[in-house]
């Protein structure tokens, strides 16, 4: 079994199931609720959550720091983010800890899991993981950074420069780019010179690899030896998942009008939520019924989280500018 030649144990890939579930039933209660009216906006992680799940599972979450971008629902989940976190936040109420209901959805960050705090410019996340590996490695601290993209802002100033910055200095970080075939509405083919993102990683002194993204062991095994090379001060690598946007770019898009049907067939045929699963069954994990008691779990788990958000309080309006300007008294 695949999974066993990795050192994971059956609890293991199921809790790697569950966290992508979670993701999933997450934003797809999302988007409902965007249709609804009750929520303003969804940028979606379906179709990428193995490539997520995977690379955060070979991360040590009691120590490492993360830089996620805006889709990497599953990688928060798993650093300790909970489905009520991720809800606050999509209702943009008081509690929501990552902005206090100030940013939108999917601008991660969460002090108390080393969660880098995201900007709203793409790619800004790669230099501020870089930073962040450099005091690692100044103060000889013992963590990594990882940091995720979409491929359209591998395209990014941003990109080059923490790259480069990463190769010079050695660096233990591991960027890890989300290719999901389109940056909006541009396909990949019409963004990359090169035949693939991780082409790019000699450029920059560091290993380049791509690897399926539609399953969360082949990118757990690539991240793992990633992680192996940083804290061993062999410096950074660069990885690309491919996989496929099951949705359109954002809830403001419509992915109909530049995407063929045979295009999104062609994606939901390879979902990972289902690949993964038939993985699980076959190989007697689990069955499909202790699958569909898992579902339920999820299930129960979404429904609590969107009625805690969406009864939960807004922020006073006097709060307007809290944590803008320094308070009397403050040092």
Same mark, same amino acid.
């Given at each position: 079994?695949?999974?066993? %030649? /990795?050192?994971?144990?059956?609890?293991?890939?199921?809790?790697?199931?569950?966290?992508?579930? &979670? +993701?999933?039933? /997450?934003?797809?209660?999302?988007?409902?609720?965007?249709?609804?009216?009750?929520?303003p906006?969804?940028?979606?992680?379906?179709?990428q959550?193995? =490539? %997520?799940?995977?690379?955060?599972?070979?991360?040590?979450?009691?120590?490492?720091?993360?830089?996620?971008?805006?889709?990497?629902? @599953?990688?928060?989940?798993?650093?300790?983010?909970?489905?009520?976190?991720?809800?606050?936040?999509?209702? +943009?109420?008081?509690?929501?800890?990552?902005?206090?209901?100030?940013?939108?959805?999917?601008?991660?960050?969460?002090?108390?899991?080393?969660?880098?705090?995201?900007?709203?410019?793409?790619t #800004?996340? *790669?230099?501020?993981?870089?930073?962040?590996?450099?005091?690692?490695?100044?103060? %000889?601290?013992?963590?990594?950074?990882?940091?995720? /993209?979409?491929?359209?802002?591998? $395209?990014?100033?941003?990109?080059?420069?923490? =790259?480069?910055? =990463?190769?010079?200095?050695?660096?233990? *970080?591991?960027?890890?780019?989300? $290719?999901?075939?389109?940056?909006?509405?541009?396909?990949v083919?019409?963004?990359? @010179?090169?035949?693939?993102?991780?082409?790019?990683?000699?450029?920059?002194?560091?290993?380049?690899?791509?690897?399926?993204?539609?399953?969360?062991? #082949?990118?757990?095994?690539?991240?793992?030896?990633?992680?192996?090379? +940083?804290?061993?001060?062999?410096g950074?690598?660069?990885?690309?998942?491919?996989s496929?946007? /099951?949705?359109?770019?954002?809830?403001?898009?419509d992915?109909?009008q530049?995407?063929?049907?045979?295009d999104?067939e062609?994606?939901?045929? $390879?979902?990972?939520?289902? &690949?993964?699963? $038939?993985? &699980?069954i076959?190989?007697q994990?689990?069955?499909?019924?202790?699958?569909?008691?898992?579902?339920?779990? *999820?299930?129960?788990?979404?429904?609590?989280?969107?009625?805690? +958000?969406?009864?939960?309080?807004?922020?006073?309006?006097?709060?307007?500018?809290?944590?803008?300007?320094?308070?009397?008294?403050?040092?």
């Amino acid at each position: 079994m695949k999974h066993v %030649q /990795l050192g994971l144990t059956n609890e293991d890939v199921l809790n790697m199931y569950e966290t992508m579930l &979670l +993701a999933r039933r /997450l934003d797809e209660r999302m988007w409902l609720l965007n249709r609804a009216g009750k929520i303003p906006f969804v940028i979606s992680c379906q179709g990428q959550e193995a =490539a %997520q799940v995977g690379a955060a599972f070979a991360l040590d979450r009691t120590k490492d720091y993360i830089a996620p971008y805006y889709r990497d629902m @599953g990688v928060v989940l798993h650093f300790g983010m909970t489905a009520r976190d991720l809800m606050l936040s999509a209702f +943009a109420k008081a509690e929501d800890p990552n902005s206090g209901g100030r940013q939108m959805p999917g601008h991660f960050g969460q002090k108390k899991n080393r969660i880098l705090t995201g900007s709203s410019p793409v790619t #800004t996340q *790669v230099p501020h993981a870089v930073g962040v590996a450099l005091a690692a490695k100044m103060q %000889q601290k013992d963590f990594i950074t990882f940091t995720t /993209l979409g491929e359209g802002s591998s $395209n990014q100033g941003d990109f080059h420069e923490g =790259a480069n910055f =990463a190769g010079v200095h050695k660096l233990p *970080v591991i960027i890890m780019v989300e $290719n999901n075939q389109y940056a909006i509405s541009v396909p990949v083919e019409r963004q990359l @010179g090169c035949a693939k993102v991780s082409d790019r990683g000699i450029g920059y002194g560091m290993p380049g690899v791509t690897v399926d993204g539609t399953n969360p062991l #082949t990118v757990y095994e690539v991240v793992k030896e990633a992680a192996e090379r +940083a804290r061993n001060g062999e410096g950074p690598s660069l990885i690309e998942t491919v996989s496929y946007r /099951l949705t359109a770019h954002s809830s403001d898009d419509d992915h109909r009008q530049y995407r063929t049907a045979e295009d999104i067939e062609e994606g939901r045929a $390879n979902d990972p939520i289902i &690949l993964f699963a $038939n993985y &699980l069954i076959e190989q007697q994990v689990a069955t499909a019924e202790d699958l569909e008691a898992l579902d339920q779990k *999820v299930a129960d788990i979404v429904d609590d989280a969107t009625d805690y +958000a969406e009864n939960a309080a807004y922020a006073p309006p006097e709060h307007a500018l809290k944590y803008v300007y320094a308070e009397e008294g403050e040092s």
